[in-house]
């Protein structure tokens, strides 16, 4: 191994320590904002440790604001949409990565260059869109519209994951009598279950954190997301910091909580050059 | 029979595709050519290319122009800056918990734009930000700044949330590339007494320049089209300050009802995005094709 002078080690392990605060600190702040007492917030100087802690916003966000139902619409509309959307690039993935097809490349590229298109043009004719078809002011126009965004980007998520899978097990399936439908779905598809769960994940955060769609097409209250319920918050009245980072912090709890588990895949997700924020 | 099935595996990505995302893109430009207040939609009437006229003489068109092109490449120098040393950090030392370590500092990837932006919105709060107390107690300032609501600061308040988010992608993608560089190379330039300087710039630098160039490309497009940050953190003042061309494109629809010069100023943004997606792609293959799929 390399021998480490003790200064090297020192900027290193300072460089690291700094990156990790840079990192966590404004996450820690929205959460201690989220336990201190109101009158606690707005004190100068400012106040680093609440000095009673309290859940007395939690309890605000969930009796006195819609938030629980704008949480249960966002893990409908999110959780529906990231199904919708894995059917659909697991049938594609797999086409790409079993098939040597005229327009195979045509399609790779494609899918990647929709990667690249300007999302926030397509608000403009998808209302239109939406409201011919009368889903506007309805989960479905998110649905249809987080399925759509995800698949080009998953669809070549699961070409990799499928590439990554013996073809052999599927041809003796066939040899068997299965048809291709079935070796798909009875070998394929178990086989390539990590590569599933994390496809799905990273259509459920996208599909979550969105907000510029939702906030467009939806104007009755019972049928907000969660982002666009907060961004009311801000909008609507003075802000209220504490209740607002509670909300935050719900928020940001399930996308974490799935960050944990696909973060491994993350560096295959990025290098495809395809992860959105 | 056989031959037909991967188009009919393809069917209906192709479909969900064609139909959502090309076919209203294709629509934006024939909107673009019409008088279209939301308000008012059964009067739409042909006006060819006036929009784009107006938009010339625009002068909020041109600021917000600039305004992106602040944007994208303050947020992305840091970005890659920072990303870079965070990835050569990692890749230099091997500690226990590093596993743990590289989670939580890849950790900002999850926050949604909308959330960052609050975040960072109470961070820089003019009256009990976080922010201001720090450069208060340091001594760096003499009385609280609301960086938000200053025209000087606005767009670099939202450029500093926006290096926060990015940082993790570049530090993700240049280290991947730094993870596979073998390791005998190191072992010959040592063995030539190269100093670690020397390697850095004879080793390291020359195999992770086709990550470097592609990420930064990617990262381009992707902050030039990105509004939900700066939408909500500042709503882009104050007075257009802080409003960059996604943003605005989004806020002609949005608050305008102004559908037809929202789609004019789509367009434009799709030129730009599409000019880049060709260097991309130009890029892509001249170093191969393993680099982007």
Same mark, same amino acid.
Not at chain 1, 181 to 208: K, N
Not at chain 2, 159 to 179: E, K, P, R, S, Y
């Given at each position: 191994m390399i021998r480490m002078h003790p200064m090297r080690r020192l900027i290193q392990f300072t460089g690291l320590c700094a990156f990790f605060v840079f990192a966590v600190f404004p996450v820690y702040w929205m959460v201690v904002t989220s336990l201190t007492p109101a009158q606690d917030l707005f004190v100068w100087p400012l106040r680093y440790f609440p000095s009673a802690p309290t859940l007395e916003h939690y309890a605000e966000v969930f009796l006195r604001t819609d938030i629980p139902r704008f949480f249960t619409n966002s893990l409908t509309v999110a959780s529906l949409a990231s199904a919708c959307t894995l059917t659909v690039s697991v049938l594609g993935g797999y086409a790409l990565a079993r098939y040597r097809f005229r327009g195979r490349q045509a399609t790779l590229l494609v899918f990647l260059s929709t990667q690249m298109m300007p999302v926030v043009v397509l608000i403009v004719p998808l209302f239109i869109i939406f409201r011919m078809l009368g889903l506007l002011d309805t989960l479905y126009s998110l649905m249809i519209i987080y399925t759509v965004l995800n698949i080009p980007f998953c669809t070549l998520m699961m070409q990799g994951f499928?590439?990554?899978?013996?073809?052999?097990?599927?041809?003796?399936? =066939?040899?068997?009598?299965?048809?291709? =439908?079935?070796?798909?779905?009875?070998?394929?598809?178990? @086989?390539?279950?990590?590569?599933?769960?994390?496809?799905?994940?990273?259509?459920?955060?996208?599909?979550?954190?969105?907000? @510029?769609f939702a906030v467009m097409f939806l104007n009755t209250e019972s049928t907000f997301t969660l982002p666009v319920g907060l961004y009311n918050f801000i909008s609507k009245y003075d802000v209220h910091w504490g209740r607002m980072m509670a909300g935050a912090t719900l928020a940001l709890l399930p996308a974490l909580a799935v960050f944990a588990f696909v973060q491994r895949y993350m560096v295959r997700g990025l290098a495809l050059g395809a992860v959105k924020g | 029979m056989k031959k037909a099935d991967p188009y009919l595996l393809l069917a209906p990505a192709y479909l969900l595709i064609a139909g959502f995302l090309f076919y209203p893109m294709a629509t934006v430009f024939l909107l673009s050519l019409r008088e279209y207040q939301l308000m008012d939609p059964l009067n739409t009437p042909f006006v060819g290319l006036d929009q784009y006229a107006f938009m010339l003489g625009d002068e909020y068109f041109w600021r917000s122009l600039w305004n992106s092109v602040v944007w994208v490449v303050v947020s992305l120098f840091?970005?890659?800056?920072?990303?870079?040393?965070? /990835?050569?950090?990692?890749?230099?030392?091997?500690?226990?918990?590093?596993?743990?370590? &590289?989670?939580?500092?890849?950790?900002?990837? /999850?926050?949604?734009?909308?959330?960052?932006?609050?975040?960072?919105?109470?961070?820089?709060? #003019?009256?009990?930000?976080?922010?201001?107390?720090?450069?208060?107690?340091?001594?760096?300032?003499?009385?609280?700044?609301?960086?938000?609501?200053?025209?000087?600061?606005?767009?670099?308040?939202?450029?500093?949330?926006?290096?926060?988010?990015?940082?993790?992608?570049?530090?993700?993608?240049?280290? /991947? /590339?730094? &993870?596979?560089?073998?390791?005998?190379?190191?072992?010959?330039?040592?063995?030539?007494?190269?100093?670690?300087?020397?390697?850095?710039?004879?080793?390291?630098?020359?195999?992770?320049?086709?990550?470097?160039?592609?990420?930064?490309?990617?990262?381009?497009?992707?902050?030039?089209?990105?509004?939900?940050?700066?939408?909500?953190?500042? #709503?882009?003042?104050?007075?257009?300050?802080?409003?960059?061309?996604a943003l605005y494109v989004f806020q002609k629809a949005f608050l305008g009802l102004d559908f037809g010069y929202s789609a004019a100023l789509g367009v434009a943004l799709t030129v730009v995005s599409l000019a880049f997606t060709a260097v991309f792609l130009r890029v892509t293959r001249f170093y191969g094709d393993e680099a982007a799929i």
């Open positions: 499928f590439a990554g899978v013996p073809s052999e097990l599927e041809e003796a399936a =066939m040899v068997d009598g299965c048809n291709r =439908m079935g070796a798909i779905l009875r070998v394929a598809v178990p @086989l390539a279950r990590p590569g599933l769960i994390a496809t799905f994940l990273f259509a459920f955060i996208g599909a979550w954190n969105e907000l @510029l | 840091f970005q890659f800056l920072l990303g870079f040393c965070l /990835a050569l950090l990692l890749n230099s030392t091997r500690f226990r918990g590093r596993g743990i370590f &590289q989670a939580v500092v890849f950790a900002p990837w /999850a926050v949604s734009g909308f959330l960052i932006a609050i975040i960072w919105a109470w961070l820089l709060n #003019g009256e009990f930000g976080l922010v201001n107390d720090l450069l208060i107690r340091a001594g760096l300032l003499d009385q609280k700044v609301g960086f938000l609501s200053r025209e000087e600061t606005a767009l670099l308040a939202c450029v500093l949330a926006n290096i926060w988010f990015g940082v993790t992608f570049f530090a993700v993608m240049l280290f /991947a /590339a730094l &993870q596979a560089i073998p390791p005998s190379l190191y072992e010959a330039a040592d063995m030539d007494g190269a100093t670690a300087w020397q390697s850095f710039w004879r080793v390291t630098a020359p195999m992770v320049k086709t990550a470097i160039v592609i990420t930064i490309l990617l990262r381009a497009i992707w902050i030039f089209n990105w509004a939900d940050l700066i939408w909500v953190m500042t #709503g882009g003042g104050p007075a257009g300050a802080s409003r960059t061309l």
